[in-house]
């Protein structure tokens, strides 16, 4: 029986895995529409239009914004939580 020669070792295939994982997250992520910036978790986002705006660049765009969004950790929504037991 011929054996088929792997293509990828053990290391290219997690490096391959983990840089698929890490760019969809960062795809995910909330970025600056003026320095590109990905805000840290607990820093507000204002959203000018459809334009999210870090922190940091705020101060160039006068006015309100039409919205304001905190940004979330990347476990948010998705950790385990213990559940409180039911009174019965």
Known sequence: ??????????????????????????????HCSDCGRTPLAGEVISVFGQRPVCALCRGAHPGEPSAQETVRHVEHGVSVRRALPRVA
């Open 1 to 30: 029986m011929t054996r088929i020669p792997a293509i990828f070792d053990e290391s290219d295939l997690e490096r391959r895995l983990l840089r698929k994982g890490s760019e969809r997250r960062q795809a995910l992520d909330p």
